[in-house]
C-alpha cells in the first residue's frame, strides 16, 4: 500500500519495545535486525494457493 513505509519508523519501535518493557528486556539490549524492505513484492499468491 502506498505511503506504509514513509510513515513506518522501525528505530524508535524497536527502541520503545525493548527500553519501555523491563520485564522483557531487563539488560535493555536493541537487535540490529530484521532489514526490512516495505516496498519488495509481497508473494502472498505463492504463500496462500486458492
Known sequence: QPG????VNM????QHYYFSHHTINPSRI??????LNFSAP???H????S
Open 11 to 14: 528505530e524508535h519501535i524497536k
Open 30 to 35: 536493541v537487535p540490529e535486525g530484521p532489514e
Open 46 to 49: 505463492l504463500q496462500f494457493a
Open 42 to 44: 509481497h508473494q502472498r
Open 4 to 7: 506504509i513505509a514513509e510513515t
